[in-house]
């Protein structure tokens, strides 16, 4: 259909005819409604709550009533069917926030934070811009720093989760290594022939190698440090590492200790990570994604000693504080070097949106809500802190405090059980609350193969669902406690229900 023509002229007496005023064809999204909209999902997310308990995890197969498996639709079938729908789509959703739920480093949202992201989606706008939810992300960035043990005066930015986080800190990092060769590595590249090295434990999660792919390092730039039967990195592997490296030239980029490690919750001895790391001349990162928030218990903070001497540090909310999935936070002690290492660069479109004084601007287009987007790799972001402040208003300190000590004491309490039972092995020592043990079979029958066979069936046929991992060569049952909504009864379920499958394999 061509445009029809708002004027035209009369050829025969030259007027101008203007035709019937242009009406455009009506917005086709529903605009408004929200209130209502979320009630009538209401029912499902409760039903969802409540009944993810039950039952096991069988794998999703799409069901008669699965949306938008089909073709692109051409004509839309508006709000109602697409909340119909979308009722559908909960009630089948992905049940990480199940209480047997025990794998990996998971979980959902409570019901704060899940809220908070309902409400930053219809009115949080963008986080470059001043409104109130961008001054929440400010004091929930404080907030964060102070309950794992930062020094006052670092400063912090919201990522995606500890993927993100961790690029940015040894992004960061890097810049910091090459400046002091004279290099502006963000601005003008590496220096060919020069070598990096980030050092870290053989546990370290693999997003510090793509973390060093991505910042033209490469990921055999990570040194793989050994660590002892606690899984901390060994000190005088790190030294020796370090110092054999500096006689070959090669420039220490940053030394990594990790406050939680993804397999076995161990946490690296930070403050000789320092030390060592001092000596070298090279930045401190931690990668406390995982465990750093237990810095908030004073029962566990010893583990953590020297941890305020490091120069950044990633923890991600989106794990401990159960905020919902999509939120990491990065600190850094340099802000400078951080910008310098991300910024965009001058640009006409934000031309005018830079008033430091509130007094000066005409309205909040015209500020800056922080220097986020020359501090990361994203300009346009949600204004993810409202969801750490949701949880961290509605509970304190005092409640991340408990909720923390009650997991590790699950995870202590799998560990009594497992070193007390004569057919189960604890494979280490749990420093948080992962913890990693295993059925022992008679002889003649391959352990690994019992403990896979159990970790299937509890998935299967339970509803728990620990992952695994692999300590000192043996597969070992790991279950991570991090879900608000555990309670004892998954975790004495889950050591009756090792033995019980244990016992049918060996035929105990
Ligand atoms: C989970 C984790 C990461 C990666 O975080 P994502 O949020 O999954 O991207 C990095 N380091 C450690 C120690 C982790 O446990």
């Given at each position: 259909?061509?445009p029809?023509?708002?004027?035209?002229?009369?050829?025969?007496?030259?007027?101008?005819?203007?035709?019937?005023?242009?009406?455009?064809?009506?917005?086709?999204?529903?605009?408004?409604?929200?209130?209502?909209?979320?009630?009538?999902?209401?029912?499902?997310?409760?039903?969802?709550?409540?009944?993810?308990?039950?039952?096991?995890?069988?794998?999703?197969?799409?069901?008669?009533?699965?949306?938008?498996?089909?073709?692109?639709?051409?004509?839309?079938?508006?709000?109602?069917?697409?909340?119909?729908?979308?009722?559908?789509?909960?009630?089948?959703?992905g049940?990480?926030?199940?209480?047997?739920?025990?794998?990996?480093?998971?979980?959902?949202?409570?019901?704060?934070?899940?809220?908070?992201?309902?409400?930053?989606?219809?009115?949080?706008?963008?986080?470059?811009?001043?409104?109130?939810?961008?001054?929440?992300?400010?004091?929930?960035?404080?907030?964060?720093?102070?309950?794992?043990?930062?020094?006052?005066?670092?400063?912090?930015?919201?990522?995606?989760?500890?993927?993100?986080?961790?690029?940015?800190?040894?992004?960061?990092?890097?810049?910091?290594?090459?400046?002091?060769?004279?290099?502006?590595?963000?601005?003008?590249?590496?220096?060919?022939?020069?070598?990096?090295?980030?050092?870290?434990?053989?546990l370290?999660?693999?997003?510090?190698?793509?973390?060093?792919?991505?910042?033209g390092?490469?990921r055999?730039?990570?040194?793989?440090?050994?660590?002892?039967?606690?899984?901390?990195?060994?000190?005088?592997?790190?030294?020796?590492?370090?110092?054999?490296?500096?006689?070959?030239?090669?420039v220490?980029?940053?030394?990594?200790?990790?406050?939680?490690?993804?397999?076995?919750?161990?946490?690296?001895?930070?403050?000789?990570?320092?030390?060592?790391?001092?000596?070298?001349?090279?930045?401190?990162?931690?990668?406390?994604?995982?465990?750093?928030?237990?810095?908030?218990?004073?029962?566990?903070s010893?583990?953590?000693?020297?941890?305020?001497?490091?120069?950044?540090?990633?923890?991600?909310?989106?794990?401990?504080?159960?905020?919902?999935?999509?939120?990491?936070?990065?600190?850094?002690?340099?802000?400078?070097?951080?910008?310098?290492?991300?910024?965009?660069?001058?640009?006409?479109?934000?031309?005018?949106?830079?008033?430091?004084?509130?007094?000066?601007a005409?309205?909040?287009?015209?500020?800056l809500?922080?220097?986020?987007?020359?501090?990361?790799?994203e300009?346009?972001?949600?204004?993810?802190?409202?969801?750490?402040?949701?949880?961290?208003?509605?509970?304190?300190r005092?409640?991340?405090?408990?909720?923390?000590?009650?997991?590790?004491?699950?995870?202590?309490?799998?560990?009594?059980?497992?070193?007390?039972?004569?057919?189960?092995?604890?494979?280490?020592?749990?420093?948080?609350?992962?913890?990693?043990?295993?059925?022992?079979?008679?002889?003649?029958?391959?352990?690994?193969?019992?403990?896979r066979?159990?970790?299937?069936?509890?998935?299967?046929?339970?509803?728990?669902?620990?992952?695994?991992t692999?300590?000192?060569?043996?597969?070992?049952?790991?279950?991570?406690?991090?879900?608000?909504?555990?309670?004892?009864?998954e975790?004495?379920?889950?050591?009756?229900?090792?033995?019980?499958?244990?016992?049918?394999?060996?035929?105990a």
């Open positions: 259909m061509s029809r023509p708002l004027a035209s002229v009369d050829p025969a007496t030259t007027e101008l005819r203007v035709e019937r005023p242009f009406t455009p064809p009506p917005e086709p999204a529903e605009i408004a409604r929200v209130g209502e909209a979320l009630a009538r999902l209401a029912p499902a997310l409760d039903a969802f709550v409540a009944g993810h308990a039950l039952g096991p995890f069988p794998p999703y197969v799409p069901g008669p009533h699965a949306p938008g498996t089909g073709a692109l639709p051409d004509d839309g079938v508006g709000l109602d069917a697409t909340i119909e729908e979308l009722s559908h789509l909960v009630a089948d959703g049940r990480i926030s199940a209480p047997g739920f025990l794998g990996f480093i998971t979980t959902g949202a409570s019901t704060a934070p899940a809220l908070a992201h309902a409400a930053a989606a219809v009115a949080g706008g963008q986080r470059y811009l001043v409104h109130a939810f961008n001054a929440v992300e400010h004091s929930s960035l404080r907030w964060l720093a102070e309950l794992c043990g930062l020094p006052s005066g670092v400063v912090g930015v919201y990522t995606s989760g500890g993927s993100t986080a961790n690029l940015l800190a040894l992004g960061a990092a890097r810049q910091s290594a090459f400046e002091r060769l004279g290099v502006d590595a963000a601005e003008v590249g590496l220096s060919p022939g020069v070598r990096g090295r980030i050092y870290a434990s053989s370290a999660h693999r997003t510090i190698h793509r973390a060093a792919a991505v910042l390092l490469g055999e730039a990570v040194a793989s440090i050994p660590v002892d039967t606690d899984g901390r990195i060994l000190l005088d592997e790190l030294e020796a590492a370090m110092r054999e490296d500096a006689a070959e030239g090669i220490p980029i940053a030394a990594v200790a990790i406050a939680g490690t993804t397999d076995t919750g161990s946490v690296d001895s930070i403050s000789d990570v320092v030390d060592i790391a001092r000596r070298h001349d090279s930045w401190v990162h931690v990668d406390g994604a995982y465990g750093l928030i237990a810095n908030a218990s004073p029962e566990l010893r583990l953590f000693d020297g941890v305020d001497a490091a120069d950044s540090w990633i923890v991600d909310p989106h794990k401990w504080l159960a905020t919902g999935v999509g939120i990491g936070a990065v600190f850094v002690r340099d802000e400078e070097v951080l910008t310098r290492a991300f910024a965009e660069g001058d640009a006409a479109y934000l031309e005018g949106s830079f008033h430091e004084d509130t007094a000066a005409g309205s909040q287009f015209d500020m809500a922080g220097r986020w987007a020359d501090q990361s790799v300009l346009s972001a949600p204004p993810r802190g409202v969801a750490v402040w949701a949880i961290l208003r509605e509970i304190g005092a409640g991340v405090v408990a909720r923390v000590e009650r997991h590790v004491a699950f995870a202590r309490e799998v560990a009594g059980r497992a070193r007390s039972h004569p057919r189960l092995e604890l494979l280490m020592e749990p420093q948080l609350s992962v913890v990693c043990f295993r059925y022992v079979p008679p002889a003649g029958i391959d352990a690994d193969v019992v403990n066979t159990i970790l299937d069936r509890l998935r299967r046929e339970t509803p728990l669902a620990p992952s695994s692999i300590v000192d060569g043996r597969v070992a049952l790991r279950p991570c406690f991090i879900n608000p909504r555990t309670t004892e009864r975790v004495a379920d889950l050591v009756d229900l090792a033995v019980r499958f244990g016992d049918e394999f060996a035929g």
